[in-house]
């Protein structure tokens, strides 16, 4: 290779790398520019869903009697966070189907909190009552995050379904 080639190929490597760090710093800007208009329109507008969850904690169809203890953990999906009211919840829901299913009335219990992480549920177990201890316990966590949201069920009395 010529001086003259080489030359031309340092030029171009240099042009090359001005223009993939200016590319790099546009892209950087622009990203702290839409991360700050977000951060402005949650200021003036708010949360548009709030965050209050309606409160769903209840004895669903006490007339079947004998209730199971469900207990709710999670983030706001599983607060019901968004439903109108509380039966529209998704522990109003499931108190609904479990009581239809058992024919047994069904206690909610929700200790999930609005905007809660999973890294969060070890605090909303600790805010139990320490006497506390339900039949059947749901976690629904990573709502707002993609891919998949993960709901945990676990049937910590058995005795409940005989």
């Given at each position: 290779?010529?001086?003259s080639?080489r030359?031309r190929?340092v030029?171009?490597?240099?042009v090359?790398?001005?223009v993939?760090?200016?590319?790099?710093g546009?892209?950087?800007?622009?990203?702290?520019?839409?991360?700050?208009?977000?951060?402005t329109?949650?200021?003036?507008?708010?949360?548009p869903?709030?965050?209050?969850?309606?409160?769903a904690?209840?004895?669903?169809?006490?007339s079947?009697?004998?209730?199971v203890?469900?207990?709710?953990?999670?983030d706001?999906?599983?607060a019901?966070?968004?439903?109108?009211i509380?039966?529209?919840?998704?522990?109003?829901?499931?108190?609904?189907?479990?009581?239809?299913?058992?024919h047994?009335?069904?206690?909610?219990?929700t200790g999930?909190?609005v905007?809660?992480e999973?890294?969060?549920?070890?605090g909303?177990?600790d805010?139990?009552p320490?006497?506390y201890?339900?039949?059947?316990?749901?976690?629904?966590?990573?709502g707002?995050?993609?891919?998949?949201?993960q709901?945990y069920?676990?049937?910590?009395?058995?005795?409940v379904?005989?």
């Open positions: 290779m010529d001086r080639a030359g190929l030029a171009v490597a240099a090359a790398g001005v993939g760090a200016a590319g790099g546009l892209g950087y800007a622009a990203r702290e520019l839409l991360h700050r208009q977000a951060e329109a949650r200021r003036i507008i708010g949360k869903l709030g965050e209050q969850a309606p409160d904690d209840r004895v669903w169809k006490p079947y009697g004998n209730p203890d469900l207990l709710l953990l999670g706001s999906i599983a019901g966070l968004g439903a109108d509380r039966k529209e919840t998704l522990g109003g829901r499931l108190s609904k189907a479990l009581a239809k299913t058992l047994r009335s069904v206690r909610l219990r999930a909190v905007g809660s999973s890294s969060m549920l070890a909303q177990i805010a139990l320490s006497d201890a339900a039949d059947v316990a749901v976690i629904v966590v990573g707002n995050v993609k891919p998949v949201m709901i069920i676990s049937l910590i009395n058995t005795s379904i005989l």
